[in-house]
């Protein structure tokens, strides 16, 4: 198994920047990619933004990218979102993801098989 623990959540002006950090535990060797997707109140869980663990690859929602970097540590076994230019719509609760099963289609939530406890994220106006 692998656990996932998130952290770095908080509240923040619209304009500012936060950086959320992710650390993997466990098997793994045996990740894929890690994602980050995102929910807020009434709505439907978002991807936000993921990773191949063995580097080189990224992908981004369209409503991030240009905004938000994700980015991995593997000797830390550690990924991170940096946010910036944040906006309210940004406020939601931020969960890590692991994928153990090789898909192309990272930004599906139900090909992720371990999910970190999620961190709040609340951007004010």
């Known amino acids: 198994q692998v656990q996932l623990v998130e952290s770095g959540g908080g509240l923040v002006q619209a304009g500012g920047s936060l950086r959320l950090s992710c650390a993997a535990s466990?098997?793994?060797?045996?990740?894929?990619?890690m994602g980050w997707f995102r929910q807020a109140p009434g709505k439907e869980r978002e991807f936000v933004a993921a990773?191949?663990?063995?580097?080189?690859?990224?992908y981004y929602s369209n409503s991030v990218k240009g905004r938000f970097t994700i980015s991995s540590d593997n000797a830390k076994n550690t990924v991170a979102l940096q946010m910036n230019s944040l906006k309210p719509e940004d406020s939601a609760v931020y969960s890590c993801?692991?994928?153990?099963?090789?898909?192309?289609?990272?930004?599906?939530?139900?090909?992720?098989?371990?999910w970190g406890q999620g961190t709040q994220v609340t951007v004010s106006s």
């Open positions: 466990g098997r793994t060797f045996s990740i894929y990619a």
């Open positions: 993801a692991a994928n153990t099963r090789y898909s192309s289609r990272w930004y599906i939530a139900a090909n992720y098989d371990y």
């Open positions: 990773l191949s663990w063995s580097g080189g690859s990224t």
